[in-house]
């Protein structure tokens, strides 16, 4: 049984899907305006290793990415370069799957751009204006927080932490941390006309009405950076709650550590993003996993380049051993094996599966058997080629 972190709960809980080998993550994908950096990668390289747990232990995985391309960011960069925000958009969607594609990452079956979801989410933020928990202000929509039960949960806030936070500033809000649905008072490069006025949805909507409209009433897991719970996920709850009648329409909400840079915060500004593109013209993606897979995914990783190489010798002792697969595995290396899954399945432990896979490959070496299926079932998990 896997067992998961659950930051709603805050606590490791076994992991039950709501449908019986079916397994519905969402993950919330990027601003399309520039390339993948190490931090994104590290998101995706995650839930890839989640979603490879499942799919060993004889469970489907439905992966949702949403492409945010209504954003400030994807505008300006469309202005910058006299085009529209969709070409934008595509250009960073298409790099951004080459990246994930470089990184052997395989799971993701859906990506879905917000600007399709126009539509719903105006259709979605009417109904939350008609559930009275929704309301117009001076031309834009906000979501009354005061009507939302167990708001500030996932973040561990109480409400006076919540009261506390000044969000989306503008006139008429009841409450300062009500979070706007719908922007029409901004001047956009480019905005929808609605029912609710001209203007743009705004980010945490967009995202729920990506997920309602793939998943329906409810999925498993919701992934994404740490630094995403409040108020992101905190709000997209809160909407999902509120339009699918549910208290608990996520079962799971799983968030990864940020990845520093020679312990700087990334940033342009700095100079010290990493970006995937670079990385992997560089170096093995065997080795990028191998790397991020040696940090467990809830803590925070300070990367330095030269750090990579220090995989370099597990990445050769798994070469080693592929060259040495017989036919039958030896028990202790099938115990090996299991102690490699279980270690996976507590709240994905995966520095602790290398260790076992240090171990493995160290007995195949010695001369202790392990069969094609059991060496490949390890590196298919890992998503590692050798
Ligand atoms: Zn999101």
Not at 5 to 19: Q, R, W
Not at 73 to 95: C, D, G, L, Q, R
Request: proline share 3%.
């Amino acid at each position: 049984m896997l067992k998961l972190f659950n930051s709603f709960s805050s606590s490791k809980e076994d992991f039950v899907p709501f449908e019986k080998n079916h397994v519905k993550i969402f993950i919330c994908g990027p601003t399309v305006y520039d390339y993948t950096h190490l931090g994104h990668a590290r998101i995706f390289l995650t839930y890839d290793l989640l979603s490879r747990c499942l799919n060993d232990q004889g469970l489907r995985t439905d992966v949702l990415v949403n492409m945010t391309d209504i954003n400030q960011n994807v505008f300006n960069k469309a202005k910058e370069n006299s085009t529209t925000y969709k070409n934008i958009a595509k250009f960073y969607a298409s790099a951004f799957v080459k990246d994930l594609e470089a990184l052997n990452i395989q799971s993701i079956n859906r990506l879905a751009y917000v600007s399709d979801y126009v539509k719903n989410i105006e259709k979605e933020v009417l109904t939350l204006i008609q559930k009275h928990v929704a309301y117009m202000a001076h031309g834009n929509v906000y979501l009354d927080i005061s009507k939302v039960k167990n708001y500030g949960k996932i973040s561990q806030q109480t409400k006076e932490q919540l009261s506390m936070h000044r969000l989306d500033i503008g006139p008429g809000k009841k409450n300062p941390e009500d979070i706007m649905l719908w922007n029409c008072t901004e001047d956009f490069d480019f905005s929808w006309k609605s029912e609710l006025g001209e203007g743009i949805p705004w980010w945490h909507m967009q995202d729920t009405a990506v997920a309602i409209e793939n998943f329906g009433k409810n999925y498993d897991i919701h992934g994404g950076a740490r630094e995403l719970l409040y108020p992101h996920h905190e709000a997209h709850l809160a909407q999902y709650q509120l339009l699918s009648g549910s208290d608990i329409p996520v079962k799971a909400w799983v968030h990864v550590g940020l990845v520093l840079s020679e312990g700087e915060k990334m940033s342009k500004s700095l100079g010290n993003v990493v970006w995937v593109k670079d990385l992997i013209k560089k170096y093995d993606q065997n080795l990028m996993r191998l790397y991020i897979f040696s940090k467990h995914y809830r803590d925070d990783i300070d990367f330095y380049e030269k750090d990579l190489l220090t995989k370099k010798p597990l990445l050769d002792l798994v070469k080693f051993a592929k060259s040495k697969v017989s036919d039958k595995t030896h028990e202790d290396i099938s115990n090996l094996i299991d102690d490699f899954i279980q270690s996976l399945s507590n709240d994905l432990d995966s520095p602790m599966a290398l260790q076992t896979l240090e171990k493995i490959c160290i007995e195949v070496r010695n001369g202790k058997g392990i069969s094609p299926n059991d060496f490949n079932r390890i590196c298919e998990i890992l998503g590692i080629k050798v």
